[in-house]
């Protein structure tokens, strides 16, 4: 079965620190990988996405994938209390002569002021 | 309007009820999603659909039956649920399909359900 985990946390971190969120998945044969935010009682919203080994930088955010140890993960630089929320880890994996958008059961990031 | 438009927002039924969920999506996308969020647990695909064809059924009960009528609406009607289906259902769209270009989600504000 393929799977995404995180952790659940809370992690807690203080304003203005860097927090950072793992993901590892099962599916070696993945492509492509997102982050998606999730605020109490609101839907995801994808923050970002990457696709080649290495780091993408936007903004305070930065995305860094290792496709050979199967890891995502998501780095916030100058954390704010806004940035408080659930982060779902995204994978898309191919199943059967589809592929499938596997989600993470997400970490809560707790900000503190 | 812009984005993906889910209503009712919040849905309290009983188990004998019949209701239906509704979704429009206002971005010209190809293909639309059903989701169900249960606490602590990822999120589950349902259904998808590519131009208004069902191209996906993830084991889903028979109580829950969607309905795409065109490639901007969605519904998913619900009968004879059980506790259990209590959830937040996420409708959401895309581009294209997964594997297409199309993983990019955007996803509507959802209905809580809850089945009593």
């Known amino acids: 079965q393929k799977e995404v985990e995180q952790n659940s946390g809370p992690l807690s971190v203080p304003e203005g620190a860097i927090a950072s969120l793992n993901c590892t998945y099962s599916d070696r044969g993945s492509q492509s990988f997102f982050w998606y935010r999730q605020y109490s009682g609101k839907s995801p919203e994808l923050i970002m996405s990457?696709?080649?080994?290495g780091d993408k930088e936007d903004g305070r955010f930065t995305a860094q994938l290792n496709k050979a140890s199967q890891y995502v993960s998501l780095l916030i630089r100058d954390s704010q209390p806004s940035d408080s929320a659930t982060y779902l880890c995204?994978?898309?994996?191919?199943?059967?002569?589809?592929?499938?958008?596997?989600f993470g059961s997400g970490t809560r990031l707790l900000v503190r002021p | 309007e812009t984005g993906v438009t889910q209503t009712p927002r919040h849905l309290v039924m009983g188990m004998t009820n019949k209701k239906s969920l509704k979704c429009e999506q206002h971005?010209?996308?190809?293909?639309m999603y059903w989701y169900k969020q249960s606490a602590k647990k990822p999120l589950e695909l349902m259904f998808v659909y590519s131009l208004e064809e069902r191209v996906e059924n993830n084991s889903v009960p028979s109580r829950f039956s969607p309905e795409c009528p065109n490639s901007s609406h969605l519904f998913l009607h619900l009968h004879t649920l059980q506790p259990e289906d209590s959830a937040l259902y996420l409708c959401?769209?895309?581009?294209?399909?997964f594997g297409q270009g199309g993983e990019k989600l955007f996803f509507g504000s959802g209905t809580q359900l809850s089945v009593l």
């Open positions: 990457i696709y080649s080994n």
């Open positions: 995204a994978v898309n994996a191919p199943m059967d002569s589809s592929y499938k958008l596997i």
């Open positions: 959401a769209s895309s581009q294209d399909l």
């Open positions: 971005l010209g996308h190809n293909a």
